[in-house]
């Protein structure tokens, strides 16, 4: 009964039960495309760069109140208890991209070869590839919660994580894209960086700073936070709605690929959360360190991936389709490695918790 509590508290009704929206909105989505199709014709009107101005716009309404999440003054902690961060870093940069590819393309072209056809496997490969070199930010915290994480030491992997972004998710996602054949608009893979990743890391500082010193830290967190939660998942839901109405044909031509792309997002996930949980057991971190080091690099920053899969590919693209799977399958694979979790907190020494 405590761990429902707890859960009820750390995890919020629409984020408990996020694959039921998701699902609700490729409904919606699908039967506005084939029944309505003046709609996403009359928005798909609306590009510059090959960027959908309305859906870069909902996109940022989810992207800019997670980033005034993130207090980045932590980053000056960095140099104190760095085991943990050390996992952090490695697992989300130096490993986590590349398992994906690997695993990805493992399913794509060799165990569904025969129900996917090569050109739809490249696509969804992409996909997976923007999904695999970008971390979680935002739900790492609600993550690490229900985990009973170090809060402070949580904040300062998702501070050095979101700033690593800034530096290697474009070459990373480059270098995979093309190995995989695939040709590499640089001019739009920046420029989609710079929209979906700088400018709301900017104005989420900006906001966070210039809000706490004129109110205070307490109403910053209490007050002014909270307001953005019901705007984060109207953008969320109606992104959702606006990808599947142009997605309607490749869904209803093939169904099952929804089912087919879960399944590697899934075994990516659940491998790198125990590929990061049983190394920080391995150097004896505390259970509080461990479980969001697992988690950060486990989950993804799926807004990132669908903002930039679809400035580079386009909103009727399978590949934006595949980042929108890892949407589909996030919280429930999350919410099953957060029992896992809780439920191995004895393989860890009872030592003292790291201070941040």
């Given at each position: ?24 909105c490729m409904i ?40 005034m999440k993130v ?10 208890n760095p085991k ?273």
């Amino acid at each position: 009964m405590g761990d429902r509590k707890q859960d009820d508290k750390g995890i919020s009704f629409f984020e408990r039960y996020l694959t039921i929206w998701v699902i609700l909105c490729m409904i919606a989505g699908v039967l506005i495309g084939k029944y309505l199709p003046g709609i996403p014709s009359f928005l798909g009107k609306f590009e510059y760069a090959q960027v959908s101005i309305p859906i870069a716009i909902l996109i940022w309404l989810m992207i800019y109140p997670m980033m005034m999440k993130v207090d980045f003054a932590s980053v000056r902690y960095i140099g104190k208890n760095p085991k943990g961060l050390y996992v952090t870093w490695i697992t989300n940069w130096l490993i986590k991209p590349f398992t994906m590819y690997a695993i990805a393309t493992f399913f794509f072209f060799v165990v569904f070869k025969a129900w996917i056809p090569p050109d739809l496997a490249k696509d969804y490969l992409a996909g997976a590839i923007l999904l695999g070199a970008a971390p979680c930010t935002a739900m790492v915290f609600v993550w690490s919660y229900l985990t009973k994480g170090n809060a402070a030491y949580t904040v300062v992997q998702v501070a050095t994580n979101d700033l690593i972004i800034l530096l290697a998710y474009t070459p990373i996602v480059a270098l995979l894209l093309g190995i995989s054949g695939i040709r590499i608009p640089w001019p739009t893979l920046v420029l989609s960086v710079l929209l979906f990743v700088v400018v709301p890391l900017a104005g989420g500082i900006l906001t966070r700073f210039l809000v706490i010193r004129s109110r205070g830290s307490a109403y910053f967190h209490q007050t002014f936070l909270p307001k953005f939660r019901h705007i984060t998942i109207a953008g969320l839901l109606l992104t959702l709605i606006i990808i599947f109405s142009f997605q309607g044909d490749v869904i209803l031509n093939n169904p099952w690929h929804i089912f087919l792309i879960a399944i590697p997002l899934s075994v990516q996930t659940v491998f790198i959360f125990f590929l990061a949980y049983l190394v920080s057991k391995k150097l004896k971190l505390p259970h509080s360190v461990a479980a969001p080091a697992g988690m950060i690099g486990a989950s993804n920053f799926f807004e990132l991936a669908v903002a930039v899969a679809i400035a580079l590919f386009g909103s009727t693209s399978p590949v934006a389709l595949a980042t929108i799977v890892g949407v589909l399958v996030e919280v429930p694979v999350m919410l099953a490695l957060v029992k896992i979790a809780n439920r191995t907190k004895h393989w860890f020494f009872r030592e003292r918790e790291l201070e941040v």
